[in-house]
């Protein structure tokens, strides 16, 4: 596609709920990231793929998320037994390069709500 | 580590008038640093970077960005503000690995 496509776009869970979210990245690049981004606040990094290697998974913030790319292409981003503090817009970017001068383009974002 | 401070959550500017947003950084390595420009509803968006080449950064829609090392600043200008401004603005650094952290955002309002 032309550029990082996300879904859904919206998700209400209710606590204790598992859900999935999907990102596509723009096709051929080798490196995937996912961020959190609460309300009011900037984005804050979670984790990074090179093709399917999850090279950095320090920003995940406890052991309920988990990533994955099991292709090197589309990635999901899985938060099991979702508490209310999940509540925020993951926002996915892809890249050519793991290298921060190479831009990241982000997809619109996933916003989930945790009732 | 690295950390980025934006001055201002809300900043208002007249159409036509100089936008200018304060970024300040702070970092162990020497710094990649980034703008970013969020609408409502949509991805982020590179507006410029500083990749320790020339310290002007000039970026898209008539932005641009002066590093300042002694100042350890990176603030954002634009001319003349056009109403097609108003959005969110992050400023983000880099130490070089795969993380980039973002400061907390400064929204640009427009007033006609």
């Known amino acids: 596609g032309a550029g990082v496509s996300q879904s859904p776009r919206y998700k209400v869970a209710k606590r204790g709920q598992d859900v999935a979210l999907r990102c596509d990245p723009i096709?051929?690049?080798?490196?995937l990231f996912w961020y959190q981004q609460a309300l009011g606040q900037g984005p804050e990094f979670l984790t990074y793929?090179?093709?399917?290697?999850?090279?950095?998974k320090s920003g995940l913030p406890s052991d309920r998320f988990f990533a994955e790319r099991p292709e090197g292409s589309v990635s999901t981003l899985k938060i099991q037994r979702t508490q209310q503090e999940d509540s925020a817009v993951y926002l996915c970017?892809?890249?050519?390069?793991?290298?921060?001068?190479?831009?990241?383009?982000f997809g619109p974002g996933t916003r989930l709500t945790v009732l | 580590a690295q950390s980025v401070t934006q001055l201002g959550s809300h900043v208002s500017v007249s159409e036509g008038a100089l936008v200018l947003l304060r970024c300040n950084y702070s970092?162990?390595?020497?710094?990649?640093l980034f703008w970013y420009v969020q609408y409502p509803n949509q991805g982020l968006q590179l507006l410029l970077k500083?990749?320790?080449?020339?310290?002007l950064v000039k970026g898209i829609n008539g932005f641009e960005a002066e590093f300042k090392k002694s100042e350890t600043s990176f603030h954002l200008t634009k001319p003349s503000a056009h109403m097609s401004d108003a959005a969110e603005y992050f400023c983000?650094?880099?130490?070089?690995?795969?993380?980039?952290?973002f400061g907390k955002g400064t929204r640009l309002h427009i007033l006609p």
């Open positions: 983000a650094v880099s130490g070089g690995d795969d993380k980039i952290i």
């Open positions: 970017a892809s890249s050519s390069s793991g290298q921060p001068r190479v831009e990241q383009f």
């Open positions: 500083y990749t320790s080449a020339a310290t």
């Open positions: 096709s051929g690049h080798v490196s």
């Open positions: 970092s162990s390595v020497p710094p990649y």
């Open positions: 793929f090179q093709n399917e290697a999850q090279l950095d």
